[in-house]
């Protein structure tokens, strides 16, 4: 019976399609499979490969921030690239500043389906982009108050104006205090305002209105080559009233004190003024082309009183080429400078004050027709009538111009 039911089974064609079909469909179920799985992996690269890019380009524009390590910069380049980078992976990110390139490196771990069949471990699948990089400086800052901290780190009184048409004015102070225009004649027009805190008062007199954000600007010059200083070749140097004198270079130990209605010419070359003031009394004219002012040591300041005429041109070599004044960044800052302006005010070069504060009172249109005007200083407080005159001129080249001045900008480009 047994060898007949066989037979019979033997015999019997019915349901041979379908078993055929099912054995026949298996290679393509599984090549569709494979299909599959390729195009899954090629989505995951390509959305990978994307966020790379973005990333990279996000990481660059870090190497903007001022005042940053070449560490600090591939750290902050790692966070954006991580904070991007949301899905499970190993990022790494390396900078070459030698080269200006930046690659970022992601990988990922992709479990396939059907070719899990084949090849039961994970794939690993890893994408690179690389972005090099242009450092170009613009719009530079030629008034700049660095004080991070206070109220009123930046104020005008009476009708005190500042014109800057072709550079920048930066306050550093984080107070939304921090500016305040005192008085209904003051105004700020400049090429660019930056404020990192915010404005007391006057605001609608600011043009442009300030940027709506602004990151602090780290002292430029706190780092800055400083000339050497010998042994003093003056003590306390003084010149009477009404005197007419012609003074040369050289140390000026404990000061340099100008009496009312004095005439005094500075010959070209470094004055080092080194535990003193360098002040004046009454209607002193001073006149330096060529001259600059290094102030280092204890109670070191500027203090020229109202009526003072000044017009000095900067060095145009040596280590503080460009500067007028020049306060050592690591000399006594417990003294506040003053000066005054006038009509006749002219200086051509930058007057750095670092972190010691500064008045400055005026009348008048001061420092009208110089192309180069730069001032800094801890905090800044303009008195009087005066409309000053401050500009950065990108044709100037008389003196040396700092690129410090400048902000820097990164300009990418992805090259893989």
Same mark, same amino acid.
């Given at each position: 019976? #047994?060898?007949?039911?066989?037979?019979?089974?033997?015999?019997?064609?019915?349901?041979?399609?379908?078993?055929?079909?099912?054995?026949?469909?298996?290679?393509?179920?599984?090549?569709?499979?494979?299909?599959?799985?390729?195009?899954?992996?090629?989505?995951?690269?390509?959305?990978?490969?994307?966020?790379?890019?973005?990333?990279?380009?996000?990481?660059?524009?870090?190497?903007?921030?001022?005042?940053?390590?070449?560490?600090?910069?591939?750290?902050? #380049?790692?966070?954006?690239?991580?904070?991007?980078?949301?899905?499970?992976?190993?990022?790494? *990110?390396?900078?070459?500043?030698?080269?200006?390139?930046?690659?970022?490196?992601?990988?990922?771990?992709?479990?396939? @389906?059907?070719?899990?069949?084949?090849?039961?471990?994970?794939?690993?699948?890893?994408?690179?982009?690389?972005?090099?990089?242009?450092?170009?400086?613009?719009?530079?800052?030629?008034?700049?108050?660095?004080?991070?901290?206070?109220?009123?780190?930046?104020?005008?009184?009476?009708?005190?104006?500042?014109?800057?048409?072709?550079?920048?004015?930066?306050?550093?102070?984080?107070?939304?205090?921090? *500016?305040?225009?005192?008085?209904?004649?003051?105004?700020?027009?400049?090429?660019?305002?930056?404020?990192?805190?915010?404005?007391?008062?006057?605001?609608?007199?600011?043009?442009?209105?300030?940027?709506?954000?602004?990151?602090?600007?780290?002292?430029?010059?706190?780092?800055? #080559?400083?000339?050497?200083?010998?042994?003093?070749?003056?003590?306390?140097?003084?010149?009477?009233?009404?005197?007419? =004198?012609?003074?040369?270079?050289?140390?000026?130990?404990?000061?340099?004190?100008?009496?009312?209605?004095?005439?005094?010419?500075?010959?070209?070359?470094?004055?080092?003024?080194?535990?003193?003031?360098?002040?004046?009394?009454?209607?002193?004219?001073?006149?330096?082309?060529?001259?600059?002012?290094?102030? @280092?040591?204890?109670?070191?300041?500027?203090?020229?009183?109202?009526?003072?005429?000044?017009?000095?041109?900067?060095?145009?070599?040596?280590?503080?080429?460009?500067?007028?004044?020049?306060?050592?960044?690591?000399?006594?800052?417990?003294?506040?400078?003053?000066?005054?302006?006038?009509?006749?005010?002219?200086?051509?070069?930058?007057?750095?004050?670092?972190?010691?504060?500064?008045?400055?009172?005026?009348?008048?249109?001061?420092?009208?027709?110089?192309?180069?005007?730069?001032?800094?200083?801890?905090?800044?407080?303009?008195?009087?009538?005066?409309?000053?005159?401050?500009?950065?001129?990108?044709?100037?080249?008389?003196?040396? *111009?700092?690129?410090?001045?400048?902000?820097? =900008?990164?300009?990418?480009?992805? *090259?893989?």
């Amino acid at each position: 019976m #047994a060898t007949g039911l066989l037979r019979k089974f033997l015999r019997d064609r019915r349901g041979n399609f379908a078993f055929t079909f099912a054995l026949t469909s298996l290679p393509i179920l599984f090549s569709a499979g494979l299909a599959l799985d390729y195009s899954m992996i090629q989505l995951e690269r390509w959305e990978l490969q994307a966020t790379a890019d973005s990333s990279a380009f996000y990481a660059v524009k870090e190497l903007e921030k001022a005042g940053k390590t070449e560490s600090d910069l591939l750290k902050d #380049a790692g966070d954006v690239v991580e904070s991007n980078f949301t899905i499970p992976g190993a990022v790494e *990110v390396n900078l070459d500043t030698e080269v200006n390139l930046l690659s970022v490196r992601l990988t990922k771990q992709y479990q396939p @389906t059907f070719l899990a069949l084949i090849h039961p471990d994970p794939l690993t699948i890893g994408v690179v982009a690389e972005v090099t990089y242009n450092e170009v400086y613009t719009g530079a800052k030629c008034f700049v108050s660095l004080s991070e901290t206070g109220k009123g780190v930046f104020n005008l009184n009476g009708n005190a104006v500042i014109d800057a048409p072709t550079c920048g004015v930066q306050v550093n102070s984080n107070s939304p205090d921090a *500016v305040d225009l005192n008085g209904s004649g003051t105004e700020i027009t400049a090429q660019s305002n930056c404020f990192v805190g915010g404005v007391q008062s006057g605001l609608s007199r600011i043009r442009p209105q300030p940027m709506d954000e602004c990151p602090v600007l780290p002292d430029p010059f706190d780092e800055y #080559a400083l000339p050497s200083v010998g042994s003093c070749d003056h003590y306390d140097f003084k010149i009477n009233a009404n005197a007419s =004198a012609t003074m040369r270079d050289g140390v000026y130990c404990g000061g340099i004190d100008i009496g009312s209605g004095a005439n005094v010419t500075f010959e070209p070359g470094l004055y080092v003024i080194k535990n003193g003031v360098f002040k004046t009394t009454g209607s002193a004219m001073l006149n330096g082309d060529g001259v600059s002012f290094f102030f @280092t040591g204890n109670d070191i300041a500027v203090n020229f009183s109202g009526g003072t005429t000044y017009r000095f041109v900067a060095m145009d070599d040596g280590p503080i080429a460009g500067f007028i004044f020049f306060f050592d960044p690591d000399g006594d800052t417990s003294k506040a400078s003053a000066i005054s302006g006038n009509s006749s005010t002219y200086f051509e070069g930058i007057l750095y004050f670092g972190r010691r504060d500064l008045t400055v009172n005026g009348e008048g249109t001061v420092n009208t027709n110089s192309p180069f005007s730069v001032l800094f200083a801890n905090t800044i407080t303009l008195n009087g009538n005066a409309d000053i005159h401050l500009k950065v001129d990108t044709k100037y080249k008389d003196l040396p *111009v700092p690129e410090e001045l400048y902000t820097k =900008a990164i300009s990418p480009r992805l *090259v893989k």
